[in-house]
Antibody, heavy 120, light 110 residues
Framework: QVQLQESGPGLVKPSQTLSLTCTVSGGSISSGDYYWSWIRQPPGKGLEWIGYIYYSGNTYYNPSLKSRVTISVDTSKNQFSLKLSSVTAADTAVYYC????????????WGQGTLVTVSS | QSALTQPASVSGSPGQSITISCTGTSSDVGGYNYVSWYQQHPGKAPKLMIYDVSNRPSGVSNRFSGSKSGNTASLTISGLQAADEADYYCSSFTSSTTYVFGTGTKVTVL
């Protein structure tokens, strides 16, 4: 059974860079069968797709966040990461990592989510 | 990209059927049969309920069904149960090779 677990600071100062890591267990990122994604949800609001990465490093980003987002993968650690630069209070959200089967359009496994608050 | 439009809330009595709409454009919902639906209970991660417009993953009750007409997709829950009370989100692939979620619908069981 695959499991995804987000980790990283729960508090980030405005204008700094938010950094999160998703550790995958029960399956290999290098298998090439999946895309590895980040999705966020501001408190009391809806889901927002951030982007995803393939094990080879190919990335796809939400156009509205593209200038500030970097998603990377570390196959040796079976992890992938999110960096969001120049954060403001509007970036306060629960951040989820999730898995999408290659060739599909849906997310079948999600992490439990981690709340990141942007505040001084 | 703009979020897909869903009604903020839908309610129904136990045993009844309800339908949640998800309206997009020809660049997302209308252009592809790549609409999925997720159920989210408070404090929990979303759970896949429907994929590719009308397909149910293994383990999801057949009380949940999906359809699409033009730029609008729909999720129907029949035989409404207390456990169905949750937030529901649609999602679609887009012509930009990205994904977009709906605004979300809170389902209340009266």
């Amino acid at each position: 059974q695959v499991q995804l677990q987000e980790s990283g600071p729960g508090l980030v100062k405005p204008s700094q860079t938010l950094s999160l890591t998703c550790t995958v267990s029960g399956g290999s990122i290098s298998s090439g069968d999946y895309y590895w994604s980040w999705i966020r949800q501001p408190p009391g609001k809806g889901l927002e797709w951030i982007g995803y990465i393939y094990y080879s490093g190919n990335t796809y980003y939400n156009p509205s966040l593209k200038s500030r987002v970097t998603i990377s993968v570390d196959t040796s650690k079976n992890q992938f990461s999110l960096k969001l630069s120049s954060v403001t209070a509007a970036d306060t959200a629960v951040y989820y990592c999730a898995r999408k089967l290659k060739g599909s359009s849906w997310y079948d496994y999600w992490g439990q989510g981690t709340l990141v608050t942007v505040s001084s | 990209q703009s979020a897909l439009t869903q009604p903020a809330s839908v309610s129904g009595s136990p045993g009844q059927s309800i339908t949640i709409s998800c309206t997009g454009t020809s660049s997302d919902v209308g252009g592809y049969n790549y609409v999925s639906w997720y159920q989210q209970h408070p404090g929990k991660a979303p759970k896949l309920m429907i994929y590719d417009v009308s397909n149910r993953p293994s383990g999801v009750s057949n009380r949940f069904s999906g359809s699409k007409s033009g730029n609008t997709a729909s999720l129907t829950i029949s035989g409404l149960q207390a456990a169905d009370e949750a937030d529901y989100y649609c999602s679609s692939f887009t012509s930009s090779t990205t994904y977009v979620f709906g605004t979300g619908t809170k389902v209340t069981v009266l």
